[in-house]
């Protein structure tokens, strides 16, 4: 059974920093291209950084360049967020997404606020 579970979300100040974690099982991750997207309420859901099934290549939305990095651990078959610098607008549920599956986390809440 394909599982992603994100953790490491959290209560935040402005300008501090989390780190979040996929964790994927049931597949063979080391193949998969694996995305971050995260939604705010009453928003869509948007795309947040993306990342190569060897780690590779990356990219990343035009509002967190600079400040967040993903990356991965094919052999702990988890990818991460780290989100630095975090502002109020970064508010959101994050999921762990892979397109060639369709398949998404069932997120974790991230809260920028003082």
């Known amino acids: 059974q394909v599982q992603f579970v994100e953790s490491g979300g959290g209560l935040v100040q402005p300008g501090g920093s989390l780190r979040l974690s996929c964790a994927a099982s049931?597949?063979?991750?080391?193949?998969?291209?694996v995305n971050w997207y995260r939604q705010a309420p009453g928003m869509e859901r948007e795309f947040v950084a993306g990342?190569?099934?060897?780690?590779?290549?990356?990219n990343y939305a035009d509002s967190v360049k600079g400040r967040f990095t993903i990356s991965r651990d094919n052999a702990k078959s988890t990818v991460y967020l780290q989100m630095n610098n975090l502002k109020s607008e970064d508010t959101a549920v994050y999921y762990c997404?892979?397109?060639?599956?369709?398949?998404w986390g069932q997120g974790t809440q991230v809260t920028v606020s003082s």
């Open positions: 997404h892979c397109p060639a599956l369709n398949y």
């Open positions: 990342i190569s099934s060897n780690g590779g290549m990356t």
């Open positions: 049931g597949f063979t991750f080391s193949h998969f291209r």
